[in-house]
């Protein structure tokens, strides 16, 4: 029970992040943005980075929403496919993000 409740919170939380970064807020907390340099940070289109964060940030809520799945049907497949699916869109972003200039002005 307290793994279904702690899946649950975790999942609200990247929803309300997902939401921040769909407005445009909150991208002074993406920790590589963050801690650009200033001149470096007027070269980056930071509506675009937000947008797809938070896709990013619903897909990873999704993934999480599935562990609860697990747990509150004590099913271990879908644990291992939101795990899989949680990996997947980890690799992408961090391939997607750092190839290619996607963000700059």
């Not at 929803?15 to 590589?32: C, E, F, N, P, R």
């Not at 496919?81 to 690799?91: E, K, N, Q």
């Amino acid at each position: 029970m307290t793994g279904l409740l702690l899946d649950i919170v975790i999942m609200i939380a990247f929803i309300v992040y997902g939401i921040a970064l769909w407005q445009g807020k909150g991208a002074s907390l993406l920790s590589g943005y963050n801690t650009m340099p200033i001149e470096k940070k007027m070269r980056i289109n930071e509506r675009a980075l937000c947008k797809f964060m938070a896709k990013i940030m619903f897909a990873l809520s999704f993934c999480v929403g599935l562990f609860a799945v697990s747990e509150l049907l004590e099913e271990d497949v879908y644990f291992i496919v939101g795990l899989a699916l949680f990996i997947v869109v980890l690799v992408f972003t961090l391939i997607y993000v750092n190839t290619g200039n996607r963000f700059k002005k």
